[in-house]
């Protein structure tokens, strides 16, 4: 496993890390659940991300549980705030209160004594920004926070964030988590020239566009039971990017030709891709069995060279 710098900090993240979204919900999976996440470890991913919302709460309670096996300055936590938890009106939202109240309901679900990336998981228009960034601050001061994240920001509002945590002199952000992979590319606009500018580092989330780029889903294939394009709770995903259309079928296939020519998987062209860029400083997968966290770990340090990298543009592009 290779690590990478996260943005201005001195942390360092391993290249693939192991998230907890659309994998939780079910209690009655805790123990394959867990048994991905030993199998993360065993092969040196460093970096395990949660959030308060995923399962309400369920997420992290899994996650506590089975990284508790390891020493705790050994691994990279991190979760998030911002959606409901409650009903009530200060149940959501980046407000002081429910920043603070948040983050002790999530050490306690984790089950440790700090949280080293806290990400405000999206923006919050009815709050104003220097009330979160001094909770947010405040956190980090009391040791509860090791560092900010953001996560799905418009350029606008990073850079408006940033120079204000300037000039206020308030701990930085070092940390974005925005959706990109092959068939999402909305953050190459401006978002990451934005962050290298402010000295945040890329944690991406489903970089194999929600297993579209694992070749599990083929052109003229019926789609395998029990995927998530036949779940009709999470597969809105996948139907709002028309990410099983033809013409990106069309391209899977021809992205899997290009992977078996050089003599790897799809999910390994399709991670080596996004890690091509160095904002990015890791790729956040999801998995249900610990041979899928193999198969996504040893992307890490696969360089592609220039003719490849110009040569999935042209595919990308028909």
Known sequence: MKYRRLGRSGLQVSEIALGSWLTYDDPGQAASVEAVIHKAYELGINYFDTANMYARGEAEKVMGRALVSYKRDSYVLGTKVYFDMGDGPNDRGL?????????????????VDYIDLYYCHRFDENTPLDETLRAMDDLVTQGKVLYVGISEWREWQIAEAAGLAERLHLDPIVVNQPEYNMFTRRIEADIVAQCEKQGIGQVVFSPLAHGVLSGKYRKGVALPEGSRATNPE????????????ENRLNQVELLIQLAEQMGITLVQLALAWNLRLPNISSCIIGATRPEQVEQ??????????????AEIEKILSE
Request: glycine share 6%; aromatic share 2%.
């Open 296 to 309: 996504n770990a040893s992307a890490s340090g696969i360089a592609l060279a220039d003719d490849v990298v």
């Open 95 to 111: 407000s002081r209160k429910h920043i603070m109240e948040q983050c002790e309901a999530s050490l306690k679900r984790l089950g």
């Open 234 to 245: 999470h597969n809105h995903w996948i139907k709002n990017q028309g990410l099983l259309s």
